[in-house]
């Protein structure tokens, strides 16, 4: 069963930064990309960043040059460090890996930009 936790979300200042992370186990993490989403109630899941397993990197617009996605093989883990928060980042972020044909998902970790 691959399983997926994901941390480091919380409170911050307009401008602020956070850095996530996720820790999968269960699958041969270096052999799958890996990705970040994330949700606002009543909105669609929005794809925010994605790293392959040579770790080349693509962003969502409204992200680029403020977010940066990286993994850790060694730690089976990928980190989502986010700079010049804006409220508009406010949303549940989800990690995600593609293993075979099927998406597993962790449970989410709340982010909340505001003064």
């Known amino acids: 069963q691959v399983q997926l936790v994901e941390s480091g979300g919380g409170l911050v200042q307009p401008g602020g930064s956070l850095r996530l992370s996720c820790v999968v186990s269960?699958?041969?993490?270096?052999?799958?990309?890996m990705a970040w989403y994330r949700q606002v109630p009543g909105n669609q899941r929005e794809l925010v960043a994605h790293?392959?397993?040579?770790?080349?990197?693509t962003y969502v617009d409204s992200v680029k040059g403020r977010f940066t996605i990286s993994r850790d093989n060694a730690r089976s883990t990928v980190y989502l460090q986010m700079d010049s928060l804006k409220p508009e980042d406010t949303a549940v972020y989800y990690c995600?890996?593609?293993?075979?044909?099927?998406?597993?998902w962790g449970r989410g970790t709340l982010v909340t930009v505001s003064s």
């Open positions: 269960g699958s041969t993490f270096s052999l799958y990309p």
């Open positions: 995600n890996v593609k293993v075979f044909m099927e998406n597993y």
């Open positions: 790293i392959s397993r040579s770790r080349v990197a």
